[in-house]
């Protein structure tokens, strides 16, 4: 059964099971924190897909030995493909378990047997959830200003758009930011704002993302040599770096097919804006579709890595930085 993501709310009670699919990795993220997991049971168990298979006995019995179910149990796995639908259907076979499930993905094909399994199957739900564009950043902003009351004009708005590029967790960071700001002042003029949001960019974490695929040595050892990342930074980098391959790998296979990347650039949605064409092209001649998917990997592992590190974090994204800029390095 597929329903649209503003639509989980109303839908919660009608499977145990929920598949969410789709390029929009920090709306999905959003979705199961704000609204699946306050109304699913507090004991959860996060797994990867290789995970899994890699431990897929350990896996069962946890699954089927029955002393696992004393209370509850919510289990998300992450970056599932088809290779977990064996798996999955063994579960449905064994009834009611009362145990839920939450799937993420990637953009899963029409010819994906999970997503066709999930898509047919009345209780089951199925979420695709794709990029946001400039109507859904402005009200998911509006709403976020509403509810905490602060006011500004509609030019600032704008501007705190612009500036998220699509992104919406550095959108989300810089209303966070206006938040903390707005506790001593209310109404924010646009100066106000703009300097906030300056602020919240001193780090250039868009900026170390493109000179990093760029391979641009000196910017990324300036970046280094002047700042110091909390772990908070660093999750950030990593979502702007995953965010950022998405996209590039989307347009590196419509240049193979099109063979016209200033075509391919003007068409993309959500819009490039004009500013940035010229290092996107930059990228996708350093970057080909098969080091991109190696690289997103990659990108993948170190969240991981960074997550389970935590305070070292900013000592393995360092390396992460200079591995990657290694013109030797045969990744990218």
């Not at 924190?33 to 990867?48: A, G, V």
């Not at 100066?191 to 300056?198: Q, Y």
Request: glycine share 0%; charged share 30%; net charge positive.
């Amino acid at each position: 059964m597929i329903i649209k993501h503003y639509e989980i709310k109303k839908n919660l009670k009608k499977s145990n099971y929920f598949l969410f699919h789709g390029p929009n990795e920090n709306l999905i993220e959003e979705i199961i924190d704000k609204i699946l997991k306050p109304n699913f049971s507090k004991n959860l168990f996060n797994y990867d897909e290789d995970e899994i298979i890699k431990d897929i006995e350990i896996f069962k019995n946890n699954i089927f030995n029955r002393s696992f179910f004393d209370n509850q149990k919510l289990i998300v796995v992450n970056r599932a493909t088809d290779k977990f639908l064996k798996i999955f259907e063994l579960i449905l076979s064994k009834g009611d378990l009362d145990l839920n499930i939450i799937i993420k993905a990637q953009t899963l094909e029409k010819k994906s047997k999970l997503r066709n399994l999930f898509e047919k199957n009345k209780n089951l739900v199925i979420v695709p959830v794709y990029e946001d564009d400039k109507k859904a950043l402005m009200s998911y902003s509006q709403n976020f200003l509403n509810e905490n009351k602060i006011r500004i004009s509609i030019e600032s708005l704008n501007v705190i758009i612009e500036r998220s590029k699509g992104n919406r967790a550095i959108l989300k960071n810089n209303l966070n930011k206006i938040l903390s700001y707005s506790k001593n002042k209310k109404n924010l003029n646009y100066e106000d704002i703009t300097n906030l949001i300056n602020f919240s960019e001193s780090l250039n974490f868009l900026e170390i993302v493109n000179y990093c695929l760029s391979k641009n040595k000196k910017q990324v050892f300036r970046f280094i040599n002047e700042n110091i990342l909390s772990l908070d930074d660093n999750i950030i980098i990593i979502k702007n770096f995953l965010y950022k391959l998405k996209r590039l790998k989307k347009l590196s296979i419509e240049f193979e097919k099109k063979k016209n990347i200033d075509k391919i650039l003007s068409e993309s949605k959500p819009p490039i804006f004009w500013k940035d064409k010229d290092i996107i092209k930059q990228q996708l001649v350093f970057l080909s579709l098969k080091n991109i998917n190696i690289l997103i990997k990659k990108i993948n592992k170190l969240e991981l890595t960074v997550k389970k590190f935590p305070k070292i974090s900013n000592e393995i994204m360092n390396n992460f930085f200079l591995e990657n800029i290694d013109n030797s390095n045969s990744s990218i």
